[in-house]
């Protein structure tokens, strides 16, 4: 199923991992140095021809739960702001961890297409705690500030979680309780970052809904070709980076081979 905002079925999104932002523990540059890094990276991404880009705070551990200070969502929609200067294809936004409001809020302001959202229907136990199900906030707020053309892409039994208190609600249903309410598309994921979902879950998730299915973690250019059939888009961003860390930057070379191998 073809998603909105690309030309190219099956589009391959690249991750920026912002520095980490003012105010938060490992902050050590200016807001105007981590914009322009971002940049550069958007740079890479489009000279590289990829389809989209994702922005995300990943350097500001320990995360906040459910929610983060005007400094992050102020710095975020800057950075958003710059790189959709920079990259004209579809962009999104994920605020960590949970912070899914100031997403939205970043992404209308910045001009974005996109937020990625982590509970949004059903809780999960996260590093941070216990992160609630926020569908029915979002989508008024989303409403009341006339942000309607930003999708919402929701994570379905998200990595890094414990989902011991929805055992008995299998992926399907969620995947299913996640376009009754109104979601656009659902990403599947390992069970961290890095690591493959399991094709069973891929397929459960397309069994449990009429929605797009993103893969939000450990594809890489000799696992793209297998999970194609399974996948409306895909999410990379360790693979992408150099030595394959998330931490590090860009390596355009990487970009390539990942394109090149999923274009055939």
Same mark, same amino acid.
């Given at each position: 199923?073809?998603?909105?905002?690309?030309?190219?079925?099956?589009?391959?999104?690249?991750?920026?991992?912002?520095?980490?932002?003012?105010?938060?523990?490992?902050? *050590?540059? !200016?807001?105007?140095?981590?914009?322009?890094?971002?940049?550069?990276?958007?740079?890479?991404?489009?000279?590289? %021809?990829?389809?989209?880009? +994702?922005?995300?705070?990943?350097?500001?551990?320990?995360?906040? *739960?459910?929610?983060?200070?005007?400094?992050?969502?102020?710095?975020?929609?800057?950075?958003?702001?710059? #790189?959709? @200067?920079?990259?004209?294809?579809?962009?999104?936004?994920?605020?960590?961890?949970?912070?899914?409001?100031?997403?939205?809020?970043? @992404?209308?302001?910045?001009?974005?297409?996109?937020?990625?959202?982590?509970?949004?229907?059903? $809780?999960?136990?996260? /590093?941070? %705690?216990?992160?609630?199900?926020?569908?029915?906030?979002?989508?008024?707020?989303?409403?009341? &500030? $006339?942000?309607?053309?930003?999708?919402?892409?929701?994570?379905?039994?998200?990595?890094?979680?414990?989902?011991?208190?929805? +055992?008995?609600?299998?992926?399907?249903?969620?995947?299913?309780?996640?376009?009754?309410?109104?979601?656009?598309?659902?990403?599947?994921? %390992?069970?961290?970052?890095?690591?493959?979902?399991?094709?069973?879950?891929?397929?459960? +998730? *397309?069994?449990?809904?009429?929605?797009?299915? #993103?893969?939000?973690? $450990?594809?890489? /250019?000799?696992?793209?070709?297998?999970?194609?059939?399974?996948?409306?888009?895909? &999410?990379?961003?360790?693979?992408? =980076? =150099?030595?394959? =860390?998330? !931490?590090?930057?860009?390596?355009?070379?990487?970009?390539? *081979?990942?394109?090149?191998?999923?274009?055939?």
């Amino acid at each position: 199923m073809k998603l909105r905002c690309f030309k190219n079925s099956k589009p391959i999104i690249g991750m920026i991992h912002v520095g980490a932002l003012p105010g938060t523990p490992r902050n *050590r540059e !200016s807001l105007s140095k981590i914009i322009k890094s971002a940049v550069a990276e958007a740079k890479i991404y489009r000279e590289c %021809g990829i389809d989209g880009i +994702a922005i995300e705070n990943m350097h500001d551990v320990p995360f906040l *739960r459910g929610a983060v200070g005007p400094e992050i969502t102020a710095s975020m929609a800057l950075v958003g702001a710059a #790189v959709k @200067a920079e990259f004209a294809g579809c962009v999104g936004v994920q605020v960590l961890a949970g912070a899914n409001k100031e997403a939205m809020a970043v @992404a209308h302001a910045a001009g974005l297409d996109w937020v990625r959202v982590e509970g949004f229907v059903f $809780g999960h136990v996260a /590093d941070e %705690g216990y992160i609630e199900s926020c569908a029915a906030e979002l989508l008024r707020y989303r409403k009341q &500030i $006339g942000a309607e053309n930003i999708e919402v892409w929701t994570d379905i039994k998200k990595k890094h979680s414990s989902h011991a208190i929805t +055992a008995d609600v299998s992926l399907a249903e969620t995947a299913h309780a996640a376009e009754f309410f109104d979601a656009d598309a659902v990403i599947v994921t %390992g069970n961290m970052t890095g690591a493959l979902p399991l094709p069973d879950d891929c397929q459960a +998730a *397309r069994d449990g809904c009429n929605l797009p299915v #993103v893969i939000g973690s $450990g594809i890489d /250019d000799q696992t793209v070709r297998e999970f194609l059939p399974m996948a409306d888009a895909f &999410i990379v961003g360790s693979y992408l =980076k =150099k030595d394959g =860390k998330w !931490s590090n930057g860009v390596e355009a070379k990487r970009v390539t *081979r990942l394109l090149k191998a999923a274009r055939g």
